[in-house]
């Protein structure tokens, strides 16, 4: 269920607890809509800043304790409208923190932290006279669909293509940047993979090879825990996330490989996780096995 606020014109943080990896809002004012993204209740280092329609109505900045020089920079002219509500959403994973329009996909602002922290609240605030009216969303506008996958709960796969990563995605490795869970359909075959933004492609393993799929599903939705495992073996809860040529389900798993850690699909029948690197299949007795919460 949505929740109103009514922010002053007085740069002063109205805190609330975070209770997922995103937020999407609404808001009403002239300019400047401040939120902080902090562990406490209150401001403090570390945090983050992202002032959406600052400088007159005409940026959107993120800043980190305070400290200016700003992490990043966004001209946005008119973003804001103290005569109708705009809406937004705010992801953070890993030390990414980006900010997108409602409807919209890609963000328009966005930072890697090289030093993440976790986040516990979130603050709005308006000021450099503006007061604001808000609504803070309580689920996922435009992400919300039907689960597909029998357990999980709130686990839902979501089209996307050329690298989009919808709000909420699921992370589940990193290489030189975040890699999401995805899944893509190869010669009859649906195979969880790594998506790879900035490569625009979710990468899959199959035959041998690695392929690169510029249609395919995000995993969003759920919280993930990560088990070991190996020889084919499945933890309790693991989710199945697609199947073979032949129907053979798989689930998501990962690996390590080279200073990486990549998602690929744990085939049972085959006891191995096969992960996409470098244009192969890489197969790996022991790895990692997504549980969604």
Not at 130 to 157: D, R, V
Request: overall charge negative; hydrophobic content about 35%.
């Amino acid at each position: 269920m949505a929740q109103e606020f009514t922010t002053e014109d007085k740069l002063e943080y109205q805190f609330n607890p975070v209770t997922a990896g995103s937020l999407h809002f609404k808001v009403r004012a002239p300019n400047d809509a401040h939120v902080a993204l902090t562990t406490g209740s209150t401001e403090g280092n570390p945090m983050y800043e992202i002032f959406i329609g600052g400088w007159g109505n005409t940026k959107t900045a993120i800043r980190r304790n305070r400290e200016k020089p700003d992490k990043a920079v966004a001209e946005t002219p008119d973003i804001l409208s103290d005569a109708e509500y705009r809406g937004f959403w705010i992801r953070w994973a890993g030390g990414s923190v980006a900010v997108g329009k409602e409807g919209q996909v890609a963000p328009f602002v966005a930072w890697d932290d090289p030093e993440p922290f976790g986040i516990g609240y979130y603050g709005i605030c308006t000021g450099w006279g503006a007061s604001g009216s808000w609504i803070i969303e309580a689920s996922q506008p435009g992400w919300n669909l039907p689960p597909t996958a029998p357990s999980g709960g709130t686990a839902c796969w979501v089209d996307a293509q050329r690298g989009e990563v919808p709000p909420n995605a699921v992370p589940g490795g990193f290489d030189n940047e975040q890699l999401y869970v995805g899944r893509a359909s190869h010669e009859g075959a649906l195979i969880p993979g790594k998506i790879v933004p900035s490569h625009g492609v979710c990468y899959v393993a199959w035959g041998g090879q690695e392929h690169g799929k510029e249609e395919y599903q995000v995993l969003t939705g759920c919280e993930a825990a990560w088990v070991p495992a190996a020889g084919g073996k499945l933890p309790d809860g693991a989710l199945p996330s697609g199947e073979t040529e032949d129907g053979e389900p798989l689930f998501v798993g990962r690996a390590s490989h080279e200073g990486t850690l990549t998602v690929g699909k744990v085939q049972p029948s085959h006891s191995v996780c096969y992960i996409p690197y470098g244009g192969q299949e890489l197969a790996y007795p022991e790895y990692e096995v997504l549980v969604a919460k």
